[in-house]
Structures are given as C-alpha cells and as structure tokens.
C-alpha cells in the first residue's frame, strides 16, 4: 500500500511563504495526478491544485491563483505546493493526494478523484 507523507508545514505571518513537500513511499510508485486539498476548521475539503505527473500539467483553485505553485520531482516521487503571499484565510489542514489511474479533468478537483491521501499537514497564517 503507497503512503504519502507530507512535510512542510507551520505558522507564518501573512505575507509570508512556505513549501509542502510530499513524498510517496514505494519508489515504483507511477501515479497519474498529484493534488493538494485543504481543510479549514469546521469546513469542507477544499480543491487546492493538482498537477499531471507525465506532463507537468496544472490546475488551480482560483483563489490561490499567482500566489501557490505546485511542482514534481518525479525521480524523487515527490512533488511540492509552494505557498506564497499566505493570507489568514489560507489557514487550513493542507491534504495531498494521488490518483493511480486516468481520469478526465474535472476528477482532479474532486475529493472522490484520489484514491491515496497523506496524513495532512497543519499550515497557520496569522494576522
């Protein structure tokens, strides 16, 4: 069974910026797309980004849009959501996730998409 583990996470002021890392267990692990979700206190998963892990395709949530980048280091089976320009209302449990066969586009964006999920990662945005 592949195991995502995330990294990366923790407070910063707003303004400010981190990296979540996530990292797959099994080295012949071959997924078909990455994503990130969050969650936030008393609220759904949120769709955050996901990227295609052939062709490095993406896709955003419009609210994190020119702020948060995600990446792959495919020889590395590991891929990155880098955050910046952290608003308070980015606070949030950060979620990655992987898809182990294709699916069309609108299945990056949904939670019922993934079929692996890491542990979370806390990330806190003060004011």
């Known amino acids: 069974q592949v195991q995502l583990v995330e990294s990366g996470g923790g407070l910063v002021q707003a303004g400010g910026s981190l990296r979540l890392s996530c990292a797959a267990s099994e080295r012949t692990f071959s997924p078909t797309v990455m994503g990130w979700f969050r969650q936030a206190p008393g609220k759904e998963h949120e769709f955050v980004a996901a990227?295609?892990?052939?062709?490095?395709?993406?896709l955003y949530v419009d609210s994190v849009k020119g702020r948060f980048t995600i990446s792959r280091a495919n020889a590395k089976n590991t891929f990155y959501l880098h955050l910046n320009s952290l608003k308070p209302e980015d606070t949030a449990v950060y979620y990655c996730?992987?898809?182990?066969?294709?699916?069309?586009?609108?299945?990056?964006?949904?939670?019922?998409?993934?079929?692996?999920w890491g542990q979370g990662t806390q990330v806190t945005v003060s004011s």
């Open positions: 996730s992987a898809q182990s066969r294709v699916r069309d586009l609108p299945a990056w964006a949904r939670v019922t998409g993934y079929d692996y």
């Open positions: 990227i295609n892990w052939r062709d490095g395709g993406t």
